[in-house]
């Protein structure tokens, strides 16, 4: 079969079929509307494709998630963040001297402009890290010469939003807390220089705990891409007006930061709180969780597209427990987190809508353990997802079939109607 046959108003229409390399079948309705006048209404894209794409694959009956073809599992914990970014942009893992290259690129690339960083001092102590993560990524394009006609240096912008993104993260929680910058070294991985320049203080040589490195590594690798995701879709969005890579991504961190979304873990976290003080009674939350007039939900549970298991959460719980007891750490959150995870488990709610644990649920116990403040979850979140933001970005420029982003309506509004001369107030 290779067209779908719609009928409308008697009259049959036929559209070509769309075959992707995992067996994934899309109906082609670009024609739809020229030839029957009608358009799709489907709030949330929960059935639209909106790109061809060769980044990541999700098979969410199954609990699949794939980077450029290779399984999650084999990557998140196996190799380098700054590897599996280089895999992500340019599609292939890189040979070693590439792979050396690129690293001491991203860190000679990850120094805030000096002019900029005078920006930090002029923030709200109100400010969250993510407000100022969008906007120091958003004001990177004034200090850095970026031509939307020539973009030969693009290179040049993807080192610098990987590199600094870290630096401007771990810059904002430094001024946060009164201490001074500490800048990042080309002997240091990415992970282990973003862990310095938190923690590090310019009195003492710090050594990077390795568990911690290697557990940071995990984590931004498992956030890198997951296709068409909300803050994905935005980056992509704003690209497609041809807006520069900065003003793209800018968006796509201020669509993660929603609590729906990447926002989601910082939630978790304040949720598991919220349980353990008020004396860690998790069934009368997930009670809470099923009442239709309550605004309250598990955070951390549920997700549009996995409706078996996330692969991401299954890795992360593993790993919350190696590197607790390899830190020797012990969070009577994580107990709180178990418990409220086995009891929505059984429960027929949640079973009926297939809601499980996605990445977020576990995410916030290991970065609290790696010292990570609660409001900067979702900057970490950020750091992971930006090789995914640019890969899609690349991609989208590249695409024969580019055309500016505009969605259609059904428009619900007022007919015709006129303005009385009377209402003289006016
Ligand atoms: N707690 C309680 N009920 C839930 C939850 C939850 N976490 N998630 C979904 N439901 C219920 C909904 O109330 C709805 O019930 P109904 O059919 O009786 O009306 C049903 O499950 C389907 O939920 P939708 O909101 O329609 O699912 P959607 O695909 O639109 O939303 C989302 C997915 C946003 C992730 C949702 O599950 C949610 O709000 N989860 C909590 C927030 C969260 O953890 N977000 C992080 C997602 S992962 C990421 O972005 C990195």
Known sequence: MDKAKFLVSGKE????????????????????????GLITYDPGYG?????????????????????RGYPIEELAGQIRFSAAAYLMVYG???????????????????????????????????????????????????????????????????????GQVKTIAAFSYRKSVGLPYIY???????????????????????????VMENALDMLLILHMDHEQNCSTSTVRMVASS?????????????????????GANEAVLNMLQRISEDGGN????????????????????????????????????KAVDDVFNEMGIHDPLLGVARELEDVALKDDFFIQRKLYPNVDFYSGILYRALGIPTEMFTVLFAIGRMPGWIAHWLE??????????RPRQIYIGETKRHYEKNDTFL
């Open 47 to 67: 059935n639209t494709g909106s790109c061809r794409s060769a980044i990541t694959f999700i098979d969410g009956d199954n609990g699949i998630l794939r980077y």
């Open 13 to 36: 229409y036929e559209f070509p079929l769309l075959n992707g390399t995992e067996n994934e079948v899309a109906v082609d309705i670009r024609k739809l509307r020229e030839s029957t």
């Open 396 to 405: 989208m420029r590249a695409d024969p079939d580019l055309r500016i982003q």
């Open 92 to 162: 292939r893992l890189p040979s070693e001297s590439e792979f050396l290259e690129w690293r001491k690129q991203l860190t000679l690339n990850s120094f805030v402009h000096a002019s900029q960083v005078n920006f930090f001092d002029n923030y709200s102590a109100l400010a969250h890290p993510m407000n100022i993560l969008s906007s120091m990524v958003s004001s990177m394009s004034a200090f850095y010469p970026y031509d939307a006609e020539d973009e030969s240096d693009i290179d040049l912008h993807i080192r610098r939003l990987i």
């Open 242 to 262: 041809m807006s520069n890579i900065y003003a793209s991504v800018s968006a796509g961190i201020s669509a993660l930061w929603g609590r729906l979304h990447g």
């Open 282 to 317: 998790v069934s009368k939350y997930v009670e809470l969780a099923k009442k239709k007039d309550d605004p309250f939900r598990l955070m951390g549970f549920g997700h549009r597209v996995y409706k078996n298991f996330d692969p991401r959460s299954r890795i992360l719980k």
């Open 184 to 210: 990042p070294r080309t002997d240091h991985s990415y992970a282990a220089n973003f862990l310095r320049m938190m923690f590090a203080t310019p009195a003492e040589e710090y050594v990077v705990p390795k």
